[in-house]
T-cell receptor, first 111, second 113 residues
């Protein structure tokens, strides 16, 4: 059983469409991070959210941390083929020592 | 770049043999982690280190051991490789607060036949 449940597991969309990826848990996290991973490489950090209700924007990507710090979402506006990859959420439960990861969402954006 | 090197990048080994994977960092980061990545499971923590000679188990530590004799090197050993340990292994480091995120290496693809 995954501590962090990500949905959907797979998403295939056309260029220009919007999408949202969800990361849910019954546990409270001190912070939550989103990573993007390309084939043959390690994950790369996109953002960290720390405060309940926090919203962060990185260009066309919007990240939100739930008020209760148990869930998060990643919204991409006007997706582009370059957004294709594996998106992982990760939560920090113990204020610093280790992260737990969701299973990931594979995003494919077709041109 | 972040200065994390994993070696080897690819390895095929036989069941029952010991295997050691190496993670080398040039960032002087205190914390180092070994994860394995399998389809449908995301990244699962095997072992981690919070300083030289200070290590602890993660959620999937059975069959694995680690050593950290220097800040820059973190070794993962499969004591007697099994087919269930076929996976992609990632090393990660972080400096201080988790808020700054982890930096990952490029991974080692291990196949146990």
């Amino acid at each position: 059983t995954q501590l962090l449940e990500q949905s959907p597991q797979f998403l295939s969309i056309q260029e220009g469409e919007n999408l949202t990826v969800y990361c849910n848990s019954s546990s409270v996290f001190s912070s939550l991070q989103w990573y993007r991973q390309e084939p043959g490489e390690g994950p790369v950090l996109l953002v960290t959210v720390v405060t309940g209700g926090e919203v962060k924007k990185l260009k066309r990507l919007t990240f939100q941390f739930g008020d209760a710090r148990k869930d998060s979402s990643l919204h991409i506006t006007a997706a582009q083929p370059g957004d294709t990859g594996l998106y992982l959420c990760a939560g920090d439960m113990e204020y610093g020592n280790k992260l737990v990861f969701g299973a990931g969402t594979i995003l494919r954006v077709k041109s | 770049d972040a200065g994390i090197t994993q070696s080897p990048r690819h390895k095929v080994t036989e069941t029952g043999t010991p295997v050691t994977l190496r993670c080398h960092q040039t960032e002087n980061h205190r914390y180092m982690y070994w994860y394995r990545q399998d389809p449908g499971h995301g990244l699962r923590l095997i072992h981690y280190s919070y300083g030289v000679k200070d290590t602890d188990k993660g959620e999937v530590s059975d069959g694995y051991s680690v050593s950290r004799s220097k800040t820059e090197d973190f070794l993962l050993t499969l004591e007697s490789a099994t087919s269930s340990q076929t996976s992609v292994y990632f090393c990660a480091t972080r400096t201080g607060s988790t808020n700054y995120g982890y930096t990952f290496g490029s991974g080692t693809r291990l196949t146990v036949v």
